[in-house]
């Protein structure tokens, strides 16, 4: 993998994101990710993932100026993957961690709300959300239905509407990140997150997980 680094502990991987200065999104970055997911899901000795960032910036969202020359058929498979990742990240079988460890607007923040618990970087400076309205992109019903379940349908619609991002208080308010921690504590209390998540049955977990992804499966199919 080019953008895309795992490393297998005892029990669970931290997968990394490592492309560029600010982790921006692009199709081949896309595929890797989903390609991780995948092996993870089919491997008996993972039980839980935590997928993390570079320091400052977990992504900054997709690449725009990479996206702006792909042509309509690039653009399309593109869009089709990168839904399909979320999908595939939110249907994701085993406890899956986000460590933010940095700004998460856009792409990113879409990444860290497919996961079952979310710890941010402290720092006013540290911004998530999904503020594609603001910067003129399309946001699904798939995008919708997945922000929604976590911050509640009207204040989810009213801020993307807006295209507000918030700092690591604020989302801790409403519910968007469930815990801040020190940047440079942020793996190692995700790790200790995971393993005590990881002292239940794997099948008792699952069929757990199994439940919040029914809740979803048939809205997430909507693009």
């Not at 490592?18 to 008996?44: P, S, Y």
């Not at 079952?116 to 402290?122: H, I, Q």
């Not at 977990?205 to 693009?223: A, E, G, H, Q, W």
Request: include cysteine.
């Amino acid at each position: 993998m080019t953008f895309v680094k795992t490393i297998k502990k005892e029990s669970y991987a931290v997968v990394v994101l490592d492309r560029g200065k600010v982790n921006a999104i692009n199709h081949a970055m896309v595929k890797e990710i989903r390609q991780t997911f995948q092996q993870l899901e089919m491997d008996d000795e993972i039980r839980g993932a935590i997928i993390t960032g570079k320091p400052h910036y977990f992504s900054a969202g997709l690449d725009v100026i990479e996206l702006y020359d792909y042509d309509y058929d690039q653009i399309q498979a593109f869009w089709l993957d990168f839904l399909g990742m979320m999908i595939d990240l939110t249907k994701f079988s085993k406890p899956m961690i986000a460590a933010i460890s940095g700004h998460s607007p856009a792409g990113g923040a879409i990444i860290a709300i497919t996961a079952d618990w979310r710890l941010m970087a402290m720092g006013e400076k540290y911004l998530i959300g999904l503020n594609e309205v603001a910067v003129g992109i399309n946001i699904t019903s798939s995008i919708f239905n997945l922000y929604s379940f976590w911050l509640g349908k009207r204040q989810a619609y009213h801020a993307l509407l807006a295209g507000q991002l918030f700092n690591v208080n604020h989302a801790l308010e409403i519910g968007l990140v469930d815990q801040a921690v020190e940047l440079d504590a942020l793996v190692e209390e995700a790790e200790n997150k995971l393993k005590k998540i990881l002292r239940a049955n794997d099948h008792i977990l699952r069929t757990t997980k199994k439940c919040f992804v029914l809740t979803l499966s048939s809205k997430l199919t909507s693009i």
